[in-house]
């Protein structure tokens, strides 16, 4: 039998054990990378992720550096090839990683204040403009964000290619404007009649989210409004874009990472509200399942490109 000595004894080598394999991972990654896909402008990005890195940093005991991508294909390929470790993408560019064959795992997402787990694309016109309908704007200039981008490329491709519109054929042309920021700027400023991008709620958007920072301004210099603007085309609900982490780091720094996550709307509200400006309320645990749809959004995109 065994006797309460025995028991400290083995309850000791379990601690030990566990510290020794928490300090074999930190051997091999004395330093970890968050990426993060530029939806909005770089400065934008770094303020937002810059808490969240410094979190990761306290929680996991190691330096996490935040490195904000030219485009959505950097991250992919920054994962793909090892050098980035954590990751945050849009849900279409998470796909794009999976059928390229980078091995990554989603582990958390936001929840917004809506009660979701997702978000909507949608296509913005001005209220001045003569755009009611997307009927309407048929040989007309629409700002997409990024190929990978979701909800400023893939799900309006996908969703008005459904609704009978063809984006390459039904627009007078199309242009990437490299960020959700940049798309509503050419917008605002009359360089495209319409610009797709992402919507949460009404209150809740990138686009409400420039208006708060005063980035939009008439032509006289004097701000824009929420109501300076129109929705003329909303797509199904998507699911929000993941953190990802690669599948060869060791399953103890996965957990780790993913209880860092899960735990920072209470041990640092501060910074998790940085992240949405306030709108969200927690992380919840996501998996790849749950991408399955987008997955298949993605090809069909594809499959359609080829043959257009």
Do not use: C
């Not at 400065?43 to 940093?57: A, H, I, W």
């Not at 470790?85 to 989603?106: D, K, L, M």
């Not at 605002?188 to 920072?213: C, F, I, P, Y």
């Amino acid at each position: 039998m065994l006797n309460r000595r025995t028991m400290l004894g083995f309850a000791a080598a379990l601690a030990f054990a566990g510290t020794a394999q928490a300090q074999d991972w930190k051997a091999q990654y004395p330093e970890l990378t968050l990426g993060v896909i530029p939806a909005e402008n770089a400065s934008g990005t770094v303020d937002r992720y810059t808490p969240l890195t410094d979190y990761l940093s306290k929680e996991l005991g190691v330096k996490v550096t935040l490195r904000v991508a030219n485009d959505y294909a950097a991250v992919i390929e920054g994962q793909r090839a090892g050098n980035i470790q954590i990751a945050f993408y849009g849900p279409a560019s998470y796909a794009r990683a999976i059928i390229t064959g980078v091995a990554t795992e989603p582990v958390v997402v936001q929840r917004h204040n809506t009660g979701l787990t997702g978000y909507y694309s949608v296509v913005y016109v001005r209220a001045d403009s003569p755009y009611k309908t997307m009927d309407d704007l048929k040989g007309k200039k629409i700002a997409l964000v990024d190929p990978n981008s979701t909800s400023g490329n893939n799900a309006p491709r996908y969703f008005l290619n459904k609704a009978g519109y063809t984006v390459d054929t039904f627009f007078g042309s199309n242009v990437y404007a490299g960020s959700h920021d940049n798309a509503v700027l050419a917008l605002a400023q009359g360089t495209v009649d319409a610009a797709a991008n992402s919507w949460n709620s009404e209150h809740d958007s990138n686009l409400t989210r420039m208006l708060t920072k005063g980035i939009l301004k008439n032509a006289d210099g004097t701000p824009m409004k929420l109501e300076d603007f129109r929705i003329v085309f909303k797509s199904d609900l998507l699911p929000e874009g993941p953190f990802s982490v690669l599948s060869a780091l060791p399953a103890d720094l996965k957990k780790q990472i993913t209880d860092a996550f899960l735990a920072m709307p209470k041990k640092d509200k501060a910074g998790f509200d940085k992240l949405s400006d306030g709108k969200d309320i927690e992380f919840v645990a996501t998996k790849p399942a749950d991408y399955e749809g987008i997955i298949g959004m993605v090809k069909y995109n594809d499959e359609a490109r080829k043959k257009s």
